[in-house]
Nanobody, 127 residues
């Protein structure tokens, strides 16, 4: 099975920054698109950002556009989510996921195409 391990979450104040990391193993990392999603208690998992297999394309939810940046380092099998200007409404468990179809040209903003998920990392933003 593919293993995904998120890290970098924590408790911060509004306006602060965090950088999340997702380390992948068990697959040829540079063949697959990756995504970040988040889920708050009582709410459905929602899309945050995604990046294509070669890093050439990215897409962001409107709620985070201009504040968050997704990137990848294929040599390290790692995807990052740089989160700036954090708001209390960003509080959630953040998950990374991999699209199992290699070299897919389309970026998906729904959870269903992503078949492999990490355990998540908690991000809490206080006012």
């Amino acid at each position: 099975q593919v293993q995904l391990v998120e890290s970098g979450g924590g408790l911060v104040q509004a306006g602060d920054s965090l950088r999340l990391s997702c380390a992948a193993s068990g697959r040829t990392f540079n063949m697959y698109a990756m995504g970040w999603f988040r889920q708050a208690p009582g709410k459905e998992r929602e899309f945050v950002a995604t990046i294509s297999w070669n890093g050439g394309s990215t897409y962001y939810a409107d709620s985070v556009k201009g504040r968050f940046t997704i990137s990848r380092d294929n040599a390290r099998n790692t995807v990052y989510l740089q989160m700036n200007s954090l708001k209390p409404e960003d509080t959630a468990v953040y998950y990374c996921a991999v699209d199992p179809r290699p070299y897919r040209s389309i970026l998906f903003t729904t959870p269903t195409p992503y078949d492999y998920w990490g355990q998540g990392t908690q991000v809490t933003v206080s006012s």
